[in-house]
């Protein structure tokens, strides 16, 4: 059985709903999961983890949100390496060039993407929604 860490950053709920979708999902595959925010999650428990779910919404100019997720995200990049890994945010503007830079970063420290990175313009719903199940599940049987 594998042991998750869904770890997000969310402004308005949306990010945060997107983190239980995959949180629930994987708990339903089989996976234990552990769900927190950026602020809850220690580095230094990374080894503890066979996989992990980031979640963050579109910043500014599409960027991570900078005083809190990108620190920690700078900080786990280490732990990454050889890891399935999945990026979800929600975004309300641009195209989701956040979201592909982050993933491009993420490959590049060595994680392994178990799917596409999911967005969601708001609130997830629809394929957004599905998606997010998607992503719990494929994190549960990496």
Same mark, same amino acid.
């Given at each position: 059985? +594998?042991?998750?860490?869904?770890?997000?950053?969310?402004?308005?709920?949306?990010?945060?709903?997107?983190? %239980? =979708?995959? @949180?629930?999902?994987?708990? /339903?595959?089989?996976?234990?999961?552990?769900?927190?925010?950026?602020?809850?999650?220690?580095?230094?428990?990374?080894?503890?983890?066979?996989? &992990?779910? =980031?979640?963050?919404?579109?910043?500014?100019?599409?960027?991570?949100?900078? +005083?809190? &997720?990108?620190?920690?995200?700078?900080?786990?990049?280490?732990? !990454?390496?050889?890891?399935?890994?999945? !990026?979800?945010?929600?975004?309300?503007?641009? %195209?989701?060039?956040?979201?592909?830079?982050?993933?491009?970063?993420?490959? @590049?420290?060595?994680?392994? !993407?178990?799917?596409?990175?999911?967005?969601?313009?708001?609130?997830?719903?629809?394929?957004?929604? %599905?998606?997010?199940?998607? =992503?719990?599940?494929? =994190?549960?049987? /990496?």
């Amino acid at each position: 059985m +594998s042991k998750i860490a869904v770890v997000y950053w969310s402004g308005t709920g949306n990010t945060e709903a997107m983190a %239980d =979708l995959v @949180a629930n999902a994987a708990q /339903a595959a089989g996976a234990t999961v552990d769900k927190m925010t950026s602020a809850e999650f220690n580095v230094a428990d990374a080894a503890n983890y066979d996989a &992990f779910a =980031l979640g963050c919404p579109a910043m500014g100019a599409e960027q991570l949100e900078e +005083s809190e &997720f990108e620190p920690l995200y700078q900080d786990l990049r280490g732990s !990454l390496s050889g890891k399935p890994v999945g !990026l979800f945010g929600s975004y309300g503007w641009g %195209d989701g060039e956040w979201i592909r830079t982050w993933a491009e970063d993420a490959q @590049a420290a060595g994680a392994r !993407l178990v799917a596409d990175p999911v967005m969601a313009n708001g609130a997830p719903d629809g394929d957004a929604s %599905d998606a997010c199940n998607a =992503l719990g599940t494929a =994190l549960a049987n /990496a």
